[in-house]
């Protein structure tokens, strides 16, 4: 059939299905994309051409449409994806920080940047990146280290290739990221000669990998021989659909559970044996535990500084791993024995081979307590009555009680991240209501990434958490959700600048320098004693409105609460909460630690002192051999 590499493209995305455990479905949501010289007579000819196939959404930065197809296919369980498409140049280096994202929080999403000539006949075209020692480079390049696939199709009949091993990726829960395919705007629109099967339904079947029955038996041996066990839950539980399977082992095992960033609400906050987050933004139950244990089991975790507390947080020295991953990588890490296999298999093949095993009563009643304790320490910080402005854990305790069973709390950069995965108590028996994206942590994927969340979910209330800082880098998207009617909940923290790495900062001696947004005049001044507070005058709240959103104004947590019952209430578009906090009323850190270095020499009495008590802190640090 001839058709252009565009049309044939489309037609093959649309085509395509995913299958696992029996159910299938769609793997392409749509396309998103921006239109510049690099896409519109090629692409965009086919997307208009094919509009009831593959429906096209119009984005306004490629950052942000990025971000809105990892919230999706993350919602969906790596089990649904949008393709993006850009422009040549800066239209597609715009996506490569979402791409970085995407590959780093293992979720699939399709790029489709357009490439500068093939034929080079008409180069230097504008936006063309000219290497005088090699002429196959074009700023797509820049795809190949945060992609886990890159194929420039310089020829047609490249595409068939191209496309399906795509696919193959995409799919792969061990192989999954972000997938780019550059597309040389020439090569777009001409002619190829494709195979009909190349169009038909197609189903990538997504089989649950099983633990090879020695490793299973060699891990049943390691916990059988451990006194004090812990589960640690990463993201990879939630995308396997293991929460049910997570909550069977920790009730037959006893064993119990601190969960990641990504594995937060793995286990429903209210369960005995969880423990909530873990690691260097960890609660003192989580932390006190893994401190002692001396089996560590990983269950689909990339083993991120944050969750070792820098390699701090599992003190018992003899303490070993075992780390149930589909990805080799991540199953190899920390020494740990691999089970390489699904979460879901693994975890039930492991309780079954443990039939009749239990932790020690002593340590699953220590767990129990701990958790109890902790679930107090959450009721004061909620209920701080903190004034005359809220804290920020008051405002996240009022979004939590706003939200229902299975809402979403959405959120990304700040120091909202480490408040929420201490804090928020996670109710959705499948894992779904947190997401808080912390592989890339990246500021602006908080309005966009709750869009795809949306989406996804869209019989979920979603609520995304945005401080003010992440607000200015991409509030952009929020005219695309008026225009598609995506009904988001945005509460806006205003602190005034960057009230996270100001307290950093405070900790390495530097006094909050630069983090704090002032007026000229006093910008400048070297430290951030919480003292002289003048902040520019900006008006985040009227900013949301000029860009269509719905806004709602509050001061304290009683007017908060009230505007998110508004909100709740209010259909169609987005709806922004903006709320101001007091950015030196943090939570605390709890028994953890993360490395950040400190100056060495040079600095003043500050930096001085945070130099040696860095120096204390990482004799803590270990390496797991
Ligand atoms: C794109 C990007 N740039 C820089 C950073 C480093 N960073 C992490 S948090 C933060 C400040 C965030 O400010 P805001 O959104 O106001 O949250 P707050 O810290 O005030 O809670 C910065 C600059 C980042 N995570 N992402
Ligand atoms: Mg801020």
Not at 90 to 103: F, R
Not at 268 to 284: E, N, Q, R
Request: hydrophobic share 40%; aromatic share 6%.
């Amino acid at each position: 059939m001839r058709l252009t590499v565009a049309q044939a493209l489309v037609r093959f995305l649309a085509a395509q299905h995913v299958e696992r455990d029996g159910r299938r479905q769609r793997f392409f949501a749509g396309c998103l994309g921006i239109f510049g010289h690099g896409n519109v007579a090629g692409l965009g000819q086919a997307l208009q051409q094919h509009h009831e196939l593959l429906p096209y959404h119009p984005a306004r930065n490629e950052q942000a449409m990025v971000h809105l197809a990892a919230g999706y296919a993350r919602q969906r369980n790596r089990l649904g994806a949008f393709a993006c498409t850009s422009s040549v140049g800066p239209g597609a280096t715009n996506m490569v920080t979402g791409a970085a994202l995407a590959t780093i929080n293992r979720l699939p999403v399709l790029l489709l940047p357009g490439d500068t000539f093939a034929t080079r006949a008409p180069h230097p075209v504008l936006q063309q990146l000219e290497a005088p020692h090699d002429a196959t480079v074009s700023v797509n390049d820049c795809f190949r280290p945060v992609c886990r696939f890159f194929d420039r199709i310089n020829r047609p009949e490249q595409l068939v290739d191209a496309a399906l091993a795509a696919m193959r990726v995409l799919t792969d829960p061990a192989e999954t990221g972000a997938v780019c395919l550059a597309l040389p705007e020439d090569v777009q629109t001409e002619v190829v000669d494709v195979p009909d099967a190349f169009l038909d339904e197609r189903t990538w079947t997504i089989y649950r990998r099983p633990p090879a029955p020695e490793a299973l038996a060699r891990a049943a041996d390691l916990v059988r021989g451990a006194q004090r066990p812990l589960v640690v839950a990463g993201g990879g539980v939630v995308y396997a659909e293991a929460s049910g399977a997570l909550r069977a082992f920790a009730e037959a095992t006893g064993i119990p559970v601190g969960e990641t960033q990504a594995g937060r609400g793995a286990l429903p906050s209210a369960h005995p044996s969880a423990l909530g987050a873990i690691g260097a933004t960890g609660t003192p139950a989580a932390n006190r535990l893994a401190r002692d244990a001396d089996l560590v089991i990983g269950v689909g975790t990339r083993w991120s500084d944050f969750t070792t507390a820098s390699k701090s947080a599992f003190q018992d020295p003899g303490v070993r791993f075992v780390n149930v991953n589909v990805a080799p990588m991540d199953a190899a890490k920390n020494s740990g024995l691999a089970l390489e296999a699904d979460a879901r298999l693994a975890l039930d093949a492991l309780r079954e081979a443990l039939a009749g095993h239990r932790a020690d009563p002593a340590w699953e009643r220590r767990a129990a307590d701990e958790s109890a304790a902790w679930a107090e320490e959450v009721e004061r910080l909620y209920a701080a009555g903190h004034g005359p402005l809220p804290s920020q854990a008051e405002v996240i305790g009022a979004v939590n009680a706003a939200a229902g069973e299975r809402d979403v709390v959405v959120c990304a950069a700040g120091s909202m991240p480490g408040d929420l995965h201490k804090l928020w108590r996670a109710t959705d028996p499948d894992g779904k209501g947190y997401h808080v994206e912390y592989g890339y942590s990246c500021m602006g994927y908080e309005i966009p990434g709750g869009m795809g969340v949306k989406l996804a979910a869209p019989d979920r209330e979603v609520f995304v958490m945005v401080g003010d800082g992440s607000y200015l880098m991409l509030p952009g998207e929020l005219p695309t959700a008026v225009a598609d009617g995506i009904k988001i909940v945005v509460v806006l923290v205003q602190n005034h600048g960057y009230a996270s790495i100001g307290a950093l900062s405070r900790s390495v001696g530097g006094g909050g320098y630069g983090t704090h947004y002032r007026v000229a005049g006093n910008a400048n001044l070297p430290i951030d004693d919480g003292r002289s507070y003048d902040p520019v005058p900006v008006d985040l709240a009227t900013n949301a409105e000029s860009l269509g959103a719905r806004v709602l104004r509050t001061r304290t947590i009683d007017e908060l609460r009230a505007a998110l019952e508004e909100a709740k209430a209010h259909s169609g578009g987005p709806v922004v909460v903006h709320v101001e906090t007091d950015r030196y009323a943090g939570v605390p850190s709890y028994e953890s630690w993360w490395d950040v270095p400190v100056a060495e020499v040079g600095g003043d009495e500050p930096v001085r002192a945070a130099r040696a008590a860095y120096e204390e802190a990482r004799r803590s640090q270990r390496t797991y051999l």
